[in-house]
């Protein structure tokens, strides 16, 4: 992986610890939104992926990629498996119950991913310093020790809810986190 210093933690940026309180190991998370495109049960044209922690910062998945998917004929799309990285990212970080954007994010594509392949995803936070956190993620061929097909590098900035309030649908988002303190 040629993770960039962008990516990078800064020295003394220690990885996150388990939320106390937060999902037992290897119980399912559940969607961050129910229509996101990622990992929305609501969302019928999405990734639909579901996922499930360890570890209480590790998130791992399983995305089935289908003829949907496709870039070149038979093949994933290279801009989708960029997505379910995403995303598998995006749930590590969403494990701190804090609500973080993706700022920059990372891609090395391996192998070709043919439709019909089960990728195993598994993603984890490297450092946490200040707003920025750091986060890598693979994706792998047929089983979780598979070929590595995927891996990505990215840098989520931690936000307030305005940000969602200000452009986006924050109500939709606190409609679905009855618990979710926002001001914690
Ligand atoms: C609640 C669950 C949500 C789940 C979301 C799922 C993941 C997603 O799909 S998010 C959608 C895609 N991402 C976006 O839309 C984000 C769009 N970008 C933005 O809104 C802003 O640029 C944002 C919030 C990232 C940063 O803006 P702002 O809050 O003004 O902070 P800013 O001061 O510019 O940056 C903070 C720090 O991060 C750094 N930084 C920001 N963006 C980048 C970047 N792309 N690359 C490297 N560093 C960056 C800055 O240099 C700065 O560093 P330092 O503190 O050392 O000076």
Redesign the pocket.
């Given at each position: 992986m040629t993770r960039s210093a962008?990516t990078t933690p800064p020295p003394g940026a220690a990885p996150p610890e388990p939320l106390p309180g937060g999902p037992a190991p290897g119980s399912p998370l559940g969607p961050?939104?129910s229509h996101?495109f990622?990992c929305g049960p609501k969302q019928p044209t999405g990734l639909n992926l579901t996922a499930s922690t360890p570890d209480g910062v590790t998130v791992t998945a399983e995305f089935v990629v289908g003829g949907v998917h496709q870039g070149a004929p038979g093949l994933a799309h290279g801009g989708v498996l960029a997505t379910a990285m995403?995303?598998v990212i995006?749930m590590s970080i969403?494990l701190l119950r804090r609500?973080?954007?993706?700022?920059?994010l990372e891609t090395d594509y391996l192998r070709p991913v043919s439709v019909g392949t089960t990728l195993h995803l598994r993603a984890w936070c490297t450092g946490v310093s200040?707003?920025?956190a750091y986060l890598e993620a693979e994706g792998r061929i047929g089983a979780p020790d598979g070929p590595v097909a995927v891996r990505a590098a990215a840098?989520?900035?931690e936000?307030g809810m305005e940000?969602?309030a200000e452009?986006g649908d924050a109500d939709a988002?606190l409609a679905e986190h009855h618990d979710y303190e926002v001001n914690p």
């Open positions: 962008l961050h939104y996101c990622g995403d995303e995006g969403w609500p973080y954007v993706t700022g920059r200040g707003r920025k840098l989520f900035i936000v940000h969602f452009h988002f």
